[in-house]
C-alpha cells in the first residue's frame, strides 16, 4: 500500500532556482494539497485541488504554482526559489481524512 | 474565519501521568475534527475523527477526544501515557469545504 509518495525527499537549491516537487497517490482520491510545515507555524495550506483539472491558492500560494494532470498526481513548482522557501512541504490526499506523504525538506541557500 | 487554535506549544509531562492538549476551533469549522500526530522526520498520521454522533471518539493506542459544542473544543486526552507519545500533535478542522484548517501543533514529551 503506498499511499501517498512524495519526491525527492531531501533538496537544496540556490536562490533563483527552481524545481518541481511531485506528489502521486493510489487511493483514487479526488482532492489532493499541499502544505508547508514551519517550526511554530503548524501546517499551512498552500495550493489545494478539489478534483482533476482544478486548482485553487490556499493561505500562503505567493512564489509556487501546481499541477494537476491526472487524478493521481498533484506537483507543486518553484519558479525561482528564495531562502524563505525554506521548509519542509508534505502532500496529501483526502478522502474524509487526510493522507499524508512523508514530505520534502527543502532548504533554499 | 476559519481557525482552530491550539493552546499549548509544548507539554511536558511524566511517563504513566494523564494528559490533555487543548484544541478550540472557529464555528466555522465545527462540521468535522481531526487529531493527528507527527513523530519525528516523519508525515502526519490520523489518531481519530470526529464527523458526527457521539461526541467521545477513541483511538486504538488509548486516546480520546470529546467534540463540544458550547465551548467549541476538541480537547485530547490520555489517562495514562507513555515514552512513545512523545511527538507533536495537530488538531484539525473542516467545514465541508475543501479547505482543511490545521492548529499550529503541540509538542507533547513524555519525561522517565
Known amino acids: 500500500n503506498a499511499g501517498v509518495t512524495q519526491t525527492p525527499k531531501f533538496q537544496v537549491l540556490k536562490t533563483g532556482q527552481s524545481m518541481t516537487l511531485q506528489c502521486a497517490q493510489d487511493?483514487?482520491?479526488?482532492?489532493m494539497y499541499w502544505y508547508r510545515q514551519d517550526p511554530g507555524m503548524g501546517l499551512r495550506l498552500i495550493y489545494y485541488?478539489?478534483?482533476?483539472?482544478?486548482?485553487d491558492k490556499g493561505e500562503v500560494p505567493n512564489g509556487y504554482n501546481v499541477s494537476r494532470l491526472n487524478k493521481r498526481e498533484f506537483s507543486l513548482r518553484l519558479e525561482s526559489a528564495a531562502p524563505s522557501q525554506t521548509s519542509v512541504y508534505f502532500c496529501?490526499?483526502?478522502?474524509?481524512?487526510?493522507?499524508f506523504g512523508q514530505g520534502t525538506r527543502l532548504t533554499v541557500v | 474565519a476559519q481557525s482552530v487554535t491550539q493552546l499549548d506549544s509544548q507539554v511536558p509531562v511524566f511517563e504513566e501521568a494523564p494528559v490533555e492538549l487543548r484544541c478550540n476551533y472557529s464555528?466555522?469549522?465545527?462540521?468535522?475534527l481531526f487529531w493527528y500526530v507527527q513523530y519525528p522526520n516523519q508525515g502526519l498520521q490520523l489518531l481519530l475523527k470526529?464527523?458526527?454522533?457521539?461526541?467521545l471518539v477513541e483511538s486504538i493506542n488509548g486516546f480520546e477526544a470529546e467534540f463540544n459544542k458550547s465551548q467549541t473544543s476538541f480537547h485530547l486526552r490520555k489517562p495514562s501515557v507513555h515514552i512513545s507519545d512523545t511527538a507533536e500533535y495537530f488538531c484539525?478542522?473542516?467545514?465541508?469545504?475543501?479547505?482543511?484548517?490545521f492548529g499550529t501543533g503541540t509538542r507533547l514529551k513524555v519525561l522517565a
Open positions: 496529501a490526499s483526502l478522502a474524509g481524512e487526510a493522507f
Open positions: 487511493m483514487n482520491h479526488n482532492s
Open positions: 485541488s478539489a478534483s482533476e483539472g482544478t486548482t
Open positions: 464555528s466555522s469549522v465545527s462540521v468535522y
Open positions: 470526529y464527523l458526527s454522533g457521539s461526541t
Open positions: 484539525a478542522g473542516t467545514s465541508g469545504t475543501y479547505k482543511y484548517i
